[in-house]
């Protein structure tokens, strides 16, 4: 059986990064793919000619080394490709009413394009570590 996912987006806000009681990185991102909208079966475009877009979002978890990585190096808007697994999540929230979540675990994250910070980082990703390994 396999459970293999792999998007290919762009990073809708910058990671959120936390480290839990236990010392495990967490960094949480969002990744937005689209694809072409369909009306009645077929592809349209809009009043200037560009193909109408459905897109997605995707929230995707990175632990660790990969976590600490991508925190660092990624930002909005950059595009990226993400090799995990689906992961899904049930809890009872505070009314006792039945919650479901869906989250993309990553095992690999590629820079496709720069990123670049607000903090001086001029985005290179000069000296940027391989951030598939843990």
């Known amino acids: 059986m396999t459970n293999l996912v ?5 990073i809708a806000r910058d990671p959120e ?12 991102i969002s990744v937005v ?3 072409p909208a369909r009306k009645d079966g077929e592809t349209y475009k809009d009043e200037n000619g560009y193909t109408v877009k459905d897109s997605e979002f995707h929230r995707v978890t990175c632990f660790n080394g990969l976590g600490q990585n991508v925190a660092k190096y990624c ?3 950059q595009l990226v490709t993400i090799e995990g697994r689906i992961h899904y999540t049930q809890w009872e929230d505070q009314s006792g009413t ?6 993309i675990i990553a095992d ?16 290179s990703n000069e000296g940027a570590p391989d951030i598939d390994e843990d």
């Open 75 to 77: 930002t909005k808007g």
């Open 17 to 28: 990064a936390r480290t839990t009681q236990g010392g495990t990185s967490i960094t949480s």
């Open 98 to 103: 039945k919650r479901y979540g869906c989250e």
């Open 6 to 10: 792999i998007l290919v987006g762009r």
């Open 33 to 35: 793919t689209d694809r």
């Open 108 to 123: 690999k994250v590629d820079f496709l394009t720069k990123g670049g910070r607000p903090n001086g980082n001029d985005g």
